[in-house]
């Protein structure tokens, strides 16, 4: 369940880690339009490559690709389910002792919410926002070749090690608040469905798994702590990719070729390219491509 009450409780945290790191990320990046690139999502398209050669294109592209569409499909339900808020928590936890109406409403809203955290965690691109963010904070170019298959162990590795240990010095608030609500274990026994919920306790099955598998089980209490910091956490990433767009489409207001990238050549080297806002369709595009 969510409540105005928690979220109101958890907002100035997760705002200051999320925060954190996108002025990190601004402050820090090694070219002024790197983060801009992370915006529009650049990436390298190795399945275009033998087109890409045989027509005379680059492998760099900007765009949502794949990536972004099962993000926005996966906005949707997160932005449904963040309106569903109980605004009196203790009415609530009264009632629901002898209403059996809301509790078989209460374990369906939990399966949705379980639905939420593993998705959260399993989206491509939340992950490689995330890792090019980071880079950036810390002072490294965008990463253009970026694939999560190319991490021995997957997103836990990325999540882990790229994104909360390498932000702990530049980002301790955001190191903290990761280390605080991304758990392998939750997110496992949600994607294989090994959990069950007994009473007001959600109990994980498969803590005898992995010597690193620490949790039984989560009480319904807990739980909160973990479901309301994931909706709070992609509230902050959206608002400050909000007013990034904005910084960066007022930066390029009257400049006729744009905003200058840097993008890699086939041979690995960088060039420059111009990459322009076209406020009457509300879209930017490499500037050779307009149309005078």
Known sequence: MLFTE?????????????????????????????????????????????????????????????????????YELYDAYRHELENDKEAYLSKVK?????????????????????????????????????RLSNSEAYNWHFKIKDFKKGRQQILRQEVRDKSQKVCPKFSLLINRIYSNQIRNSIAHSQYAFIGRTIHLNNKKESPYHLLGAIDFEDWEDYIHRVI??????????????????????????GLDIRVPKKDGTLKTEFYKYLPDIGRWNWYKNVQS
Do not use: C
């Not at 399966?111 to 963010?133: A, G, P, R």
């Not at 509230?235 to 070729?257: D, E, L, P, T, V």
């Open 6 to 74: 928690k979220m109101e409780q958890v907002q100035e945290e997760v705002d200051a880690a999320v925060n954190e790191l996108f002025i990190a990320a601004e402050k820090n990046q090694t070219h002024p339009q790197d983060l801009l690139i992370i915006l529009e999502h650049g990436f390298y398209a190795e399945e275009f490559v033998e087109f890409a050669d045989q027509h005379g294109l680059s492998y760099y592209h900007m765009g949502p690709n794949w990536e972004g569409y099962s993000e926005q499909t996966q």
């Open 98 to 134: 002898t209403d059996e109406n809301l509790k078989i409403e209460e374990r369906m809203r939990l399966h949705v919410e379980l639905m939420i955290y593993l998705k959260f965690w399993e989206s491509d691109m939340i992950v490689k926002k995330l890792y090019q963010l980071v």
């Open 232 to 257: 709070m956490m992609y509230n902050a990433i959206i608002g400050n990719i909000n007013q990034q767009r904005r910084r960066y489409q007022n930066k390029a207001s009257g400049k006729h070729f």
